[in-house]
Each structure stands twice: as C-alpha cells, then as structure tokens.
C-alpha cells in the first residue's frame, strides 16, 4: 500500500493512473478502522481498480472539544488492517495539510443540516461538506463508498454532489453489526460494559419499529419506540424519527413505503446512532 500525508503527492499519483485509464474507488474515514469500514474498503475492491481510503479527523465536523481530542487514533493498528484488505492507497494528511488559517466554507444544504444530526450537532454538516468537497477535488473518485450507518449524512452529501456537479458516483454499503446487533462504530470502545449493554437498546427498539410496521401506525410505531427508550435506564435518547428515505422528510401517516427509523441516544458520555430501513422497499 502507497501512504501518502500531502495533497499534491497522492493526487499526482493518482492522476497518473487515471492517465491508464484505471478507474478509482474512495473511502474516506476518520480512522479507528472497524470491520465497517473494511467492508467499503472491500466494496470499493469489487467495483474500481485502485482502492483509496482516507484517514482524517476532521476538526470542523466536531462541535464538541473533548469527542475531537479523545476521538481514538491507532495509526499503526488502521495501517495493518488496510493492507490486510488490499487497500492501494492511504491518504492520511495532519490538519495543516488540509485548512489554512483563513479557509470558510458555508453551503445551503436544504434545511438537511438542521434536522436530526444537524439539529443536535450544529455546524456537523458543514464541516463534513467541507472535508469531503476538499478530498474529492484530491483523489478525483470515479465511485465514493459511504456506510448506511451515517444515512443522513449520504443524504447532505448526495444533496452536495449534486448541486456542485461533481462527477462521482456515490454507493452506500449496509450498517455492520456485532454479533448481537449493536451498529459497529469507532466510538464504541470508550463503552463501559454495563453501557455497552445499555447501547443495545437503540438496536432494539429499531427491531421492534421494523416488526410492527404494518401491523401499526406510524406515530404509534415512534410513540412505542420512544416509550421503550425512555425507560432504558443509563440512556438519554437525543431522537427517534420514522423519516422518508427520499425526502428525508417526517414520513407521513398513510406511507408505507422508503420508510427509514433513525434514532440517537447518549450512552454514558458517548453518542450513538444507529438507523434501520422498516419498509421493504
Ligand atoms: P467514520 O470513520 O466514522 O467517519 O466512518 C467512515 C465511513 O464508514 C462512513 O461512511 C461511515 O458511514 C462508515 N461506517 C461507520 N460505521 C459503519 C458500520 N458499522 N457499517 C458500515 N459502515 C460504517
């Protein structure tokens, strides 16, 4: 695997193998690589001929001071993992590389980035349309993997890719669980044991939505799942929202289609999301 930390030297090489007409597959991360993330790096294996993963933690996407400086970082542990993987490429640059002191960024993103995530963490979104915009214009992608884990920020991003034009073809790959259902995530080693049973109950109530859809109706679905939560002792349940997967609006009652649950709680000091479609289609 080709590590490279500054803009100009990976996207000289990639350029170059873009010239031979090899098409290249994206995977931008924040590091503290799980089985999640290696199932994009696999993805992006099968469908391009060079594998890119990017390893950043992005400074503008955290709104929280202590989540920035204790987000985990097992620089050497990701390496292993990624060449373990057949990734081609590691692009990891410090912050320097990638802001400058006077750098600003504000895009419309259509009221995407005050609802849910948006709405809870202020300014997350434009810090992320900030990195992935940047990283883009880097590698030049002809594919970019995202998990389902993140779904709205597919959406902010699909919504981005769109109204700049970028010319790359966006795929998201399903949510990897633990044996016992609890979404992977890099955060989730900071869970005590009793929080890390605790966290389960966002998987739950998502299963419960899934098997009552159908039989019930939508705001008695959320009102169930909110009722369930709230009596989880050692949570605190930020959301839980039945949303239109299109729209990504509040899913209207007689709908019964592209129907996504997304739900956010504190566990402990560490926040978890987790979401899961409930319709078929
Ligand atoms: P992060 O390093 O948390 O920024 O995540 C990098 C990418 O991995 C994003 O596209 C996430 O949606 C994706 N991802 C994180 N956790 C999972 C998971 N459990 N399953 C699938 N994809 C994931």
Redesign the pocket.
């Known amino acids: 695997m080709e590590i490279f930390k500054t803009r100009a030297e990976v996207h000289t090489y990639l350029e170059q193998l873009k010239l031979r007409g090899k098409t290249i597959g994206f ?6 690589l ?4 290696l ?2 790096v696999k993805a992006a294996g099968e469908k391009a001929n060079v594998v890119v993963c990017s390893i950043f933690v992005n400074p503008t996407q955290f709104n929280d001071k202590n989540d920035l400086e204790n987000y985990p970082r097992p620089i050497e542990d990701d390496i292993k993992k990624l060449e373990e993987a057949d990734c081609d490429v590691l692009f990891r640059p410090e912050v320097e590389e990638m802001y400058s002191s006077n750098d600003k960024w504000h895009m419309e993103l259509n009221n995407l980035d005050n609802v849910l995530e948006g709405e809870v963490r202020p300014g997350h979104y434009q810090g992320v349309t900030q990195i992935v915009k940047k990283l883009f214009d880097i590698v030049r992608p002809d594919f970019a ?6 779904f709205q ?1 597919f959406v902010v991003i699909s919504y981005m890719v769109n109204k700049l034009g970028v010319d790359v073809q966006l795929i998201m ?5 633990e044996k016992d259902g609890l ?4 955060r989730n080693v900071y869970l005590s044991n009793q929080d890390r049973q605790n966290a389960l109950s966002l998987f739950m109530s998502l299963t419960k939505a899934k098997a009552d859809f159908g039989e019930l109706s939508i705001p008695q679905i959320k009102k169930n799942a909110i009722k369930y939560l709230s009596k989880v002792a050692g949570i605190e349940m930020e959301y839980f929202e039945l949303y239109n997967k299109n729209t990504f609006e509040p899913a209207s009652f007689p709908q019964t289609e592209n129907i996504i649950a997304l739900v956010a709680a504190r566990v402990g000091n560490i926040r978890i999301i987790d979401n899961m479609l409930l319709s078929n289609k």
């Open positions: 995977v931008p991360t924040m590091g503290a799980h089985q999640g993330h199932s994009l993997f995202f998990g389902q884990k993140d920020q790959c399903p949510i990897i669980r979404a992977m995530s890099s």
